[in-house]
């Protein structure tokens, strides 16, 4: 196996409130080969953006992280490193891109001027040469006419070409690793289509590495190579995605799965999983999941599940792994029979 | 753009003529006359006459009418205690009113903006605060109080500025161009620093919570994660967003900042408008209150049009408008 581009091990990013310790990554572990594309799946919650925050520690106050996580990126302990060391990075060699495009940019700056201060504020590059740069790369991005829309204002392009300008921006330093947060979440179908495309041939042009966050299964499936499915602070399973469609082990990646609307099956509603995310300020004891999960018994509420090796690179947490005949008998959710009874 | 030029100027014309109206109102409904006072050796007819001449004599509709009519054919009146046409009056004394403002405004925001930033980035540290706590000392402090206590502090027990008038009387004639404008400067400090503490305390407000509101948006985050230093961050993005609502806060701080200049004016024998008004008040010198009143107004008025502009001119989602 080839050394990896990233390595996080035992993150945990707590946010320390009056309200209490609030846990919203608790000891993840992954790590991301160098080309590679790496899906992060998971509801709103579960703590994949403070995952993809702490990653360039763009975590503020309350929130930190906590003393014994380690993140290895390109060989460098980034949480060893002093802020002027760490800015140096972001942008530079790891870049993000987010949500809304629209109140992800600055609206008093031309898109132009937003791109063109990247390598700005990482070289002694000068205006001149950095515009230029920032209309090639906009051109780059697909945008037509760079030249002219580089004098644009954000809120005088639509959502797509928004996020075009975004991805432009992250990748104005060629950077090795991409961190796309939920980068088609606010865009129309189509659109979605055509970001995943760019990022797609972006990534086999520059041979960088893309960590994709989003809440859907199916951009996972069309974009990503490896898949991590993350619930309550934590992975609870990871695989290849080919493996992961095929035998998905843990019930929240079931669920996550049969709650996805597919073209073409006749089904009258979608399958939801119920109740909610618990909160992070007061995980469950034993499996986090097993109030909303069919097949729980006794051993969930009780033991805390450890990743279980399922089969090549494919780790599941839940006992299933250990006692899979419990398969056999679902029933219905605590937290389904509970919002029945309120 | 030319649009909202136009429009904003023709609603700030209906504001001056409502104040002048309800001004012209109260004034004349207030008991007395210019010349109620007057001396008593004067024969009883003569002031009869006097009153006739001013329209005093007549209904108050009329008398609105008469002034009105005044108005219309560009003549502010004739100041009755200073025996001098208005207009002559406001050409005198409206600069060195505007001089007064125009530095107090100027002082108040590079203050006030700038404590306003010192705070939100150092929100909830000792700068924040410690400077919150003076400046609203400061703020809730009565102009003419403030003022005193600035002439106290630094014409008797530290006396090192001037605290009266515009110009050193006994010495100023012989100064050079150059020693005239050094004294000058020096006798504008005082009256300048009673109106910059009295209102950069709620600019460094408006620009503290501004900040605060611009450095929780998305954008900062993204330059974050593009690698801007937080020096550059909030000088450069968020500062840049936070002016925005503050431009409109200079429009609104034009009124107060006027209302206090009549005071420090007074308590600094500083010769402007607010001088000039605070005695023409107590002379009923009905033509020069009015003026004064409308010379305020349009003031104003036009500052806050000015806002607007600025306002479209900093922010593109508006100028594309």
């Known amino acids: ?342 | 753009m030319r649009r909202l030029l136009a429009r904003r100027l023709l609603q700030g014309l209906a504001v001056v003529w409502l104040v002048g109206t309800l001004t012209f109102t109260l004034l004349h409904l207030a008991p007395g006359d210019a010349f109620s006072y007057h001396d008593r050796h004067i024969p009883a007819d003569v002031i009869e006459r006097w009153r006739h001449i001013y329209c005093l004599d007549r209904p108050l509709v009329a008398q609105y009418g008469c002034y009105l009519r005044s108005m219309a054919s560009g003549n502010l009146g004739y100041s009755i205690s200073q025996q001098r046409p208005v207009l002559d009056i406001l050409i005198d004394y409206v600069p060195r009113t505007i001089e007064l403002m125009f530095f107090s405004l100027l002082l108040s925001f590079v203050a006030g903006i700038g404590l306003g930033v010192l705070e939100a980035r150092h929100r909830g540290g000792f700068p924040d605060w410690g400077s919150r706590a003076i400046a609203l000392f400061f703020y809730s402090m009565p102009d003419f109080w403030l003022a005193l206590m600035l002439v106290l502090l630094f014409a008797y027990w530290v006396p090192i500025l001037p605290i009266s008038g515009m110009e050193d009387v006994i010495n100023g004639p012989s100064f050079s161009g150059w020693q005239r404008l050094v004294d000058h400067a020096r006798h504008l400090v005082l009256p300048v620093i009673s109106l910059v503490l009295l209102t950069c305390a709620a600019i460094a407000r408006f620009q503290r919570a501004a900040m605060l509101d611009v450095m929780r948006m998305e954008f900062v985050v993204t330059a974050r994660a593009k690698g801007v230093s937080e020096n550059v961050i909030s000088r450069h993005h968020v500062l840049r967003n936070a002016l925005l609502p503050i431009i409109t806060v200079a429009g609104l701080t034009l009124p107060s900042l006027l209302g206090g200049a009549v005071l420090v004016e007074l308590v600094f024998s500083w010769p402007g408008m607010g001088y000039i008004t605070a005695a023409a008040i107590g002379n009923r010198d009905y033509a020069l209150v009015m003026a004064s009143v409308l010379v305020s107004s349009v003031l104003v008025v036009l500052g806050n049009v000015a806002a607007d502009l600025l306002y479209a001119l900093a922010d593109p989602r508006v100028r594309a408008a």
């Open chain 1, 1 to 342: 196996m080839t050394e990896p581009l990233l390595s996080v091990q035992d993150l945990r990013t707590y946010f320390r409130t009056s309200a209490g310790v609030a846990r919203a990554v608790d000891g993840v572990s992954f790590e991301i080969a160098p080309n590679e594309s790496v899906g992060v799946v998971g509801e709103s919650g579960c703590g994949k953006s403070v995952t993809s925050l702490s990653l360039l520690r763009l975590i503020q106050r309350p929130g930190s992280i906590e003393p014994g996580s380690k993140i290895a990126f390109e060989g460098t302990d980034l949480l060893a490193l002093d802020d002027e060391a760490m800015r140096k990075i972001r942008g530079n060699r790891i870049a993000m891109i987010f949500q809304e495009p629209m109140t992800a940019l600055n609206p008093v700056f031309t898109v132009g001027a937003q791109l063109a201060e990247v390598p700005r504020v990482h070289s002694s590059i000068g205006k001149r040469d950095a515009w230029a740069r920032a209309v090639e790369m906009l051109g780059t991005v697909g945008i037509p006419d760079p030249a002219e829309r580089a004098k644009s204002y954000p809120h005088q392009l639509s959502g797509g070409m928004r996020q075009r300008v975004m991805i432009g921006m992250a990748l104005m330093l060629s950077p090795s690793l991409l961190i796309a947060d939920e980068p088609t979440t606010a865009l129309d179908v189509t659109i979605q289509a055509q970001i995943l495309e760019l990022l797609a041939d972006l990534r086999a042009r520059t041979a960088m590495s893309v960590l994709l966050i989003t809440h859907d299964l199916g951009v996972v499936a069309e974009s990503t190579s490896r898949v991590i499915v993350m619930y309550a602070g934590e992975i609870v399973e990871q695989a290849d995605v080919r493996e992961l469609f095929a035998k998905p082990h843990h019930p929240y990646t079931e669920g996550l799965m049969a709650a996805m609307p597919r073209a073409g099956t006749k089904r009258e509603r979608l399958t939801v999983i119920p109740g909610a995310v618990p909160s992070p300020y007061d995980w469950p004891a034993g499996c986090r999941f097993h109030a909303r999960c069919p097949y729980a018994w006794e051993r969930c509420e009780r033991e805390h599940p450890p990743l279980y090796q399922i089969g090549a690179g494919h780790v599941s947490r839940c006992h299933l792994a250990v006692e899979p005949e419990r398969r056999n008998t679902p029933h219905v959710p605590l937290a389904a029979q509970i919002g029945a009874r309120a």
